[in-house]
Nanobody, 114 residues
Framework: QVQLVESGGGLVQPGGSLRLSCAASASFVTIGAMGWYRQAPGKQRELVATITLSAGRTNYADSVKGRFTISRDNAKRTVDLQMNSLKPEDTAVYYC???????WGQGTQVTVST
C-alpha cells in the first residue's frame, strides 16, 4: 500500500507560479512512473504530466508544455510540479498518481484568479 499526499496548492493571480509536491509513504522501487492529473468543475480528470522514476523521462499535456515542469527526487520519494505562467483555465483540483496502480492522492486545489 502506498499513500500519496499532495501539498502546495492555493490561490494565485494569472501569470503567477505555484509548486505542487507529492510525497509517497513507501519506496518508489515498485512504481515505474508518477503523474500529475487535474480535474476542473464539470470536466473529466485529465493528464497534466508524467515522469518515469528511473530515467526521469517526462511527458506533458499540450496545454501546459513550456509552462509546467515535473521532477522527482527518488531519495525523498517526492514528485513535484512547478507551474509557471498560470492561467485561469489551469484552475482545478490537482492529483498525484502512481502510474499503472490504483494509488491516488487526495488532491490539492489550485485557483488562478484575480
Amino acid at each position: 500500500q502506498v499513500q500519496l499526499v499532495e501539498s502546495g496548492g492555493g490561490l494565485v493571480q494569472p501569470g503567477g507560479s505555484l509548486r505542487l509536491s507529492c510525497a509517497a509513504s513507501a519506496s518508489f522501487v515498485t512504481i515505474g512512473a508518477m503523474g500529475w492529473y487535474r480535474q476542473a468543475p464539470g470536466k473529466q480528470r485529465e493528464l497534466v504530466a508524467t515522469i518515469t522514476l528511473s530515467a526521469g523521462r517526462t511527458n506533458y499535456a499540450d496545454s501546459v508544455k513550456g509552462r509546467f515542469t515535473i521532477s522527482r527526487d527518488n531519495a525523498k520519494r517526492t514528485v513535484d510540479l512547478q507551474m509557471n505562467s498560470l492561467k485561469p483555465e489551469d484552475t482545478a483540483v490537482y492529483y498525484c498518481h502512481a502510474q499503472y496502480t490504483s494509488y491516488w492522492g487526495q488532491g490539492t486545489q489550485v485557483t488562478v484568479s484575480t
